[in-house]
């Protein structure tokens, strides 16, 4: 009974992962309507972009809110990849599928985007600082608890792959023996 309920819970989580995607979808087709809106938008001015606070005026290069849109754009679609994996995996998991190939696959692939999303972030901060942005977004405020809590991440992602390694190698002895 207790196993029922957990792989109903697992298929939900997936089915909710492959949905949070299309969100994200979204996510990244309102900030490409925000990249043609600083071309277009009327607040542009010889490669300068203009913030009209009513009291006071900023003008900045252009270059900076393009590159906070392209890296958001290019860290949604990290995200959405790692999202695809993860709602796959779970529902392999609702259906009983735990060590195969498949799983294992995905468990590196899923490593390997993290490792991506962590050094992108890091290199992401760098870039910011080296250019004296500040205040950019609460997306790019990226502190020391946020890193660790994707190298958290990374650790629990690699000991799964080692027991999944395991698991695969015991239940293809167990097969041989049968």
Known sequence: MGVL???RFLKIIGYGLFLAQYVIWLLVFLLLIGVVGIFF???TSHGSFIFDYGNFIINIPIIF???VLFMTIAM???VIKLL???SILMIDFSDGKYFNFKNLKYLKKS???LLGLTIFQLSINQIFNYLNIDNVSGLFDLSIKNYFVNISFL???YLLIIVFKKGEKIQ???EEII
């Open 5 to 7: 309920y957990m792989n």
């Open 41 to 43: 938008g009327g607040q």
């Open 65 to 67: 809110p393009l590159l």
């Open 76 to 78: 949604c679609f990290i």
């Open 84 to 86: 695809k994996i993860w």
């Open 111 to 113: 490593f390997l985007f």
């Open 155 to 157: 650790i629990l992602n």
């Open 172 to 174: 293809k002895d167990n």
